[in-house]
C-alpha cells in the first residue's frame, strides 16, 4: 500500500510568447498550478491544473484550482491507498462538487504515482498507446493579420505545424471573417484552418458566420455561441455543411452524453481539466464515439505537466481524427521540465520514460513559483 501522505500546490507564472487574444481575454502569461503528491513509499506524482485568462474563461482560477485542493480535496484523501486511483477519485467526487480543473490535477498526479510504482507510463493504464505521435494544430492569435500570417509561415517551413486554429469573436463578424479570408488566401491549401469563437457569437452572428467561414474554406468552427445555448448548436450543426466542434459546452460525460443524444456537433474537443480527470476524459471520447462525432484533443493552454498527462490519454484513443492542439508549453516563454515535450515534422510526440515522463527542473521552478519572495522574506525573518 502507497498512502498519500502529503500533497504540495504550487501556483507558478509563466509569461507567453506574444499577446495571445481570445474573445474574452489576450493572454501574457500562464498561471499554472502544480501539484505534487508524495506517498508513503517514499514515490511521488505530478500533476497541473490550468485555465485560461483568469476567470474569463471559466468558473476555476488558478488561486480557486490551489484552494479546491489544499482546503477540500486534500484532506478528504490523505491517508488513503494511492493504489486505488478509482477509489481516490471517488472519494473526492463525493466531497468536492464543480472544479473539474482541480480534480483534474490531483488525478493527474495519482496516475503518476501509480504508473512510476509499476514502471509503466501512464498511457499504459489505458490500455497502451495506439499512437506515439500525434497531429499538433497551433492558435493564431496575435489579434493581427499579418503577423498571423507571418507566423503560420514560419510555422510551415519549420514542419511544426501545418494546421491553424484562429482565434476570432472579438471583432464584428464581417472584420472577423475578412481576417480569416486573408489568411486562407495566403496559406492556400497548405495547411487546414480552423477557428475559435469562444461563445462569443448570438445565434444571428453565428448563422452570417458559418455562411461566411464555409464560404472561404474554413474547416471547422469551434463553439461560435454560449456553451449552454445547446439546442441552437444543433441547429447550425444541421445547417451547415461546416464541422461544428463543441468545447465549453462539453463539462464531463454527463454534458457529452446531452449533446451526443441530438448530434448537437460534428466534432467533440475533448479536454482532460475541463471533463474532470483523464478517466472522466475517456468517457467523453467513449460517449462521443458511440455517437459517431468526431473527437479533438482540445487544450486549456497547459505547460508540461498537463500537456503530458494528455498525450498519455489522447494516445490510447485510436480514433482521434481531427487530431490534437496540445501546443501549450510552445506558447510560454520558458519551460519548467527537465526535458521538455517534443514537436517535430507537424506532430507532438508521446513523452517516454515511467509515468507522465516528465521531470521538473527545481531551479526553474523556484524562479517561476508566485511565492518566491514570500519564502526569501520568511527565511529573511528567521534569520
Ligand atoms: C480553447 O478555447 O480552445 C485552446 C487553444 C487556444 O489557443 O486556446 C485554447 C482554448
Ligand atoms: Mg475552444
Not at 476524459?281 to 505537466?305: D, H, K, N, P, Q
Request: charged content about 20%; overall charge neutral.
Amino acid at each position: 500500500m502507497s498512502k498519500i501522505e502529503n500533497i504540495e500546490t504550487i501556483i507558478v507564472d509563466i509569461p507567453t510568447i506574444r499577446g495571445h487574444v481570445l474573445s474574452m481575454t489576450t493572454m501574457r502569461q500562464q498561471s499554472i498550478v502544480l501539484v505534487r503528491i508524495r506517498f508513503s513509499d517514499g514515490s511521488e506524482g505530478l500533476g497541473e491544473g490550468t485555465s485560461i485568462g483568469g476567470m474569463s474563461y471559466g468558473p476555476e482560477s488558478p488561486e480557486s484550482i490551489k484552494l479546491a485542493i489544499d482546503s477540500y480535496l486534500a484532506p478528504v484523501i490523505i491517508g488513503e491507498d494511492g493504489d486505488r486511483v478509482n477509489s481516490v477519485t471517488d472519494r473526492m467526487r463525493k466531497s468536492v462538487r464543480g472544479n473539474p480543473i482541480a480534480h483534474c490535477a490531483v488525478e493527474t498526479a495519482l496516475w503518476d504515482g501509480l504508473a512510476r510504482r509499476l514502471g509503466v507510463p501512464v498511457a499504459q493504464l489505458f490500455g497502451g498507446a495506439v499512437n506515439t505521435r500525434m497531429p499538433v494544430a497551433w492558435t493564431l492569435a496575435s489579434g493581427v493579420s499579418e503577423t498571423d500570417i507571418v507566423e503560420a509561415r514560419q510555422m510551415l517551413a519549420q514542419r511544426r505545424h501545418n494546421i491553424f486554429k484562429l482565434k476570432i469573436g472579438k471583432r464584428p463578424v464581417r472584420d472577423d471573417i475578412a481576417h480569416v479570408a486573408a489568411i486562407r488566401a495566403a496559406l492556400g491549401d497548405a495547411a487546414s484552418i480552423r477557428v475559435d469563437v469562444n461563445q462569443a457569437w448570438n445565434v444571428t452572428d453565428a448563422r452570417w458566420g458559418l455562411a461566411g467561414l464555409q464560404e472561404i474554406g474554413v474547416d471547422l468552427v469551434e463553439q461560435p455561441i454560449d456553451s449552454r445555448q445547446i439546442r441552437a448548436l444543433k441547429v447550425l450543426t444541421d445547417q451547415y455543411e461546416i464541422a461544428v466542434m463543441a468545447d465549453e459546452a462539453l463539462q464531463g460525460p454527463q454534458s457529452a452524453m446531452i449533446a451526443a443524444a441530438d448530434r448537437s456537433a460534428d466534432v467533440f474537443a475533448v479536454k482532460i481539466a475541463q471533463s474532470g480527470g483523464l478517466k472522466a476524459a475517456s468517457e467523453v471520447c467513449a460517449i462521443g464515439r458511440a455517437a459517431g462525432i468526431g473527437l479533438y484533443a482540445g487544450t486549456m493552454l497547459e505547460g508540461g505537466i498537463g500537456t503530458a498527462a494528455a498525450l498519455h490519454l489522447f494516445s490510447t484513443i485510436p480514433t482521434l481524427g481531427w487530431g490534437t492542439e496540445l501546443f501549450g508549453p510552445l506558447l510560454l516563454t520558458d519551460e519548467i521540465l527537465t526535458r521538455p515535450v517534443e514537436y517535430r515534422d507537424f506532430s507532438v510526440v508521446l513523452p517516454q520514460g515511467n509515468g507522465l515522463g516528465v521531470e521538473i527542473d527545481p531551479g526553474k521552478l523556484n524562479h517561476y513559483r508566485r511565492d518566491r519572495h514570500r519564502k526569501v522574506h520568511v527565511v529573511a525573518l528567521k534569520s
